[in-house]
């Protein structure tokens, strides 16, 4: 089974013990294992209220992109916080409509002015789907040389999309971030990321909630004294992966964060690995499409 494969190097993951806990990047760039998601809290206080509440609740990375619209407020409530921006990882993710080196370069340029700042901490291809992901990558990487991007990755990528940065000749991402959850474990793209270094971050790790009427979920919930959330981010904590649960609700970041004083059995963990696998919060799926350079 693929957990008893990991169980077996899992020596060599690093598996988050807190919200302080974090991974070395293949680059040498350090990032907390977990983080809040942004998508869909839209713009204005709501995000800036759901940022200042996770870095109330220990939160030290927050996961947005140019397509949710929320970048500068991202950085607003970490200006408005206690907490200082250097203690802070941030993630934000090119949108596909702006593939291309020069609207590459534009499109970064326009993101910093946003987050009135001149360097972000990563920055992932959002979508191989946009074409011309070549000279885009390469883009972001010169972006980096020049001190504006800390480390380069990708979202959304396929083996077959991984393959083809690594035949074009350039340098493995150093992290790749694709919808995990144990309906959709993706284990031949995570098994490839590990066996070339690069990090795995799983977005959607609750499914969006549409599979908390799983009988086994309510029964390992209900044997940990836990809700269904915190038994789905918990097994994205034990199957190693950077996890980024979302939500704008005060009560639901705090309670997603706290995962780290209980564990799943081996059994458990063995149910939740035997799930059916095929759902999926996409209306399709951006690892499988063709690769494009």
């Known amino acids: 089974m693929y957990w008893l ?7 060599k993951l690093p598996v988050a013990a807190s919200l302080a806990s974090s991974i070395q990047l293949n680059d040498g760039v350090s990032m907390p294992l977990f983080g809040l ?8 206080d709501a ?8 870095l109330n609740a220990g939160y030290r990375m927050i996961d947005t992109a140019q397509f949710y619209g929320n970048e500068a407020e991202v950085y607003d409530a970490i200006r408005k916080s206690d907490v200082s921006r250097e203690d ?3 993630v934000t993710k090119l949108m596909w409509t702006n593939h291309g080196y020069d609207a590459t370069v534009a ?14 901490d990563m920055v992932l291809i959002h979508s191989p789907s946009g074409g011309k992901n070549v000279e885009t990558y390469q883009a972001l990487l010169d972006l980096k040389a020049k001190g504006h991007i800390r480390s380069v990755g990708v979202s959304n990528f396929g083996i077959q999309h991984l393959e083809g940065l690594k035949a074009a000749g350039l340098p493995a991402p150093s ?17 490839y990321c590990r066996n070339n270094d690069i990090a795995v971050m799983g977005y959607s790790p609750l499914a969006r909630c549409k599979k908390n009427d ?15 959330a915190q038994v789905m981010i918990r097994w994205s904590v034990q199957m190693g992966f950077i996890t980024i ?33 095929g759902f999926t919060i996409l209306s399709s799926n951006p690892t499988a499409s063709a690769w494009v350079p």
């Open 47 to 54: 995000t800036e209220n759901a940022v200042l509440s996770a």
């Open 107 to 120: 499109a970064i340029t326009d993101s910093l002015s946003k987050m009135k700042t001149d360097s972000v």
């Open 175 to 191: 992290l790749n971030q694709i919808e995990l959850h144990p309906f959709m474990r993706k284990a031949d793209i995570v098994q």
């Open 37 to 44: 998601g942004v998508y869909l809290a839209g713009a204005g």
């Open 214 to 228: 799983d009988p086994d979920l309510i029964k390992i919930a209900e044997s940990h004294g836990k809700s269904i």
């Open 88 to 90: 802070v990882f941030v």
């Open 245 to 277: 649960p979302k939500s704008s609700k005060p009560e639901r970041i705090k309670s997603n964060a706290e995962v780290f004083d209980f564990e799943l059995s081996e059994e458990e963990m063995d149910t939740l690995n035997q799930k059916p696998e």
């Open 5 to 11: 494969e990991e169980k077996m190097s899992c020596h």
